[in-house]
């Protein structure tokens, strides 16, 4: 049983090693993508212009006014003070060749008060790699490694790093099987705590290879939990649609958003709304007082491969990087305007709430600024953990060698006597 547990280690292991060093390293900085990125592109997020702010939908029908060949499908109504408004847009449709257009942006700066544009860029831009897109980039390559679209599908690298992750997932428990001493016949509890004490252990006075071989396994026995969290949450998000959806459905009593109730058309094939920003804010404004919430409209974001809205409510100060799962939603069919249902935070079954945590908790952003900091550390410790892996393979691997060589040379040896 021990030697098939430490065959699979190595080869899960050497499987997803390169691809949790960087999903890891990428995953340490993107804790602080917004932070990071407003401190290196302060052109595109200040905004100098003093006086009354604008409305943001204005802004986004002055945007798509500007740019005839995109359309606005997400912004925030608030507004920050000094700071720029962010629309995220996509391309219209050609109707001479029925393609999307390619306007080689799709974030668009506005200043609230003059309405100025600050600037454009493509958020998730492979290369070349600038200021501007440095942020969005190391986040791309996080959850999907920039793989290119084949097939018609552009979901090759999400998926691939989803099969990694419930690679990892599985082998947290094989290595952590490793780390346990054999008990032995008869043996007190006390006594087989005594000899699985040494694996928790780091001695720095025991030589390079020792130390190694001690961050690899004490280590991830301290943070196990978290390995194990951050490594699910991973696949459950790479995978939602494919595997983690359906599976939660068939074991447990899960309430599909209306998302999870239709079939996507397709990234080039965006379903037209006949509903506008405006006529659903309108609607939105109703659902939110009938249902006696407080929050005002805070977000609202077209789904095109859906024909749905969805619009959040919340308060400015609760944006970047709050804790919870989320914020209070509502979905509305994007052609009929028909409340197709909501997002409650913490609210629904278990099964409901797990769902609702995933990414919150892969992200650590369930526990605010401190639950960031620790997501920080963790990409830290999980590219270490990757890093210390491979040494002590390589290590035995040299060690196999060289005895096989002994063995070849003493076999040879011996033939010539």
Known sequence: ?????????????????????????????????????????????????????????????????????????????HHEPGHSRSFLVAPKVNPDTRELYEPGFNQVYVDPVSGDIQGVREWGQVWPITRETLMSFLYKLHFSLHIPEIGGIDHWGIWLLGIIALIWTLDSFVGFY??????????????????????WK????????RLNFDLHRAVSL???????????TAFSLNLYREVFFPLMSAVSDVTPSPLDERTPSGHDNPIEPTLGFDEVITLAQQSAKDRSWTKPIGSIWYARE???????????????????????????????????????????????????????????????????????IMGVVVAMLSITGIIIWRRKLKARQRRRLQQAQLASLESTV
């Open 1 to 77: 049983m021990r030697t098939t547990m430490l065959y699979l280690h190595r080869y899960f292991g050497l499987t997803t090693a390169v691809f949790l060093v960087i999903t890891g390293l990428t995953g340490a900085v993107i804790s602080w993508d917004h932070e990071l990125d407003e401190w290196l592109n302060p052109h595109l997020f200040e905004a100098t212009t003093q006086g009354v702010p604008q409305a943001a939908i204005d802004q986004a029908n002055q945007v798509e006014a500007a740019f005839p060949e995109i359309d606005v499908v997400y912004f925030e109504t």
């Open 178 to 199: 490793l780390t346990l001493p054999r008990r032995k016949t008869g043996e007190r509890a006390e006594s087989w705590w005594q000899r699985w004490k040494p694996a």
């Open 202 to 209: 780091i001695r720095h006075s025991a030589g390079a290879a």
């Open 222 to 232: 301290w943070v196990w939990v978290l390995l194990f969290v951050i490594a699910f």
């Open 306 to 376: 859906f024909g749905i809205y969805r619009v959040e409510y919340f308060t400015a100060e609760e944006g970047h990087g709050t804790g919870g799962v989320g914020h209070q939603a509502l979905y509305f069919d994007g052609h009929s305007g028909e409340l197709l249902g909501d997002f409650v935070p913490w609210q629904g079954t278990a099964a409901d709430i797990f769902v609702q945590a995933q990414f919150p908790v892969h992200s650590g952003r369930i526990l605010g600024l401190p639950g960031r900091i620790l997501i920080s």
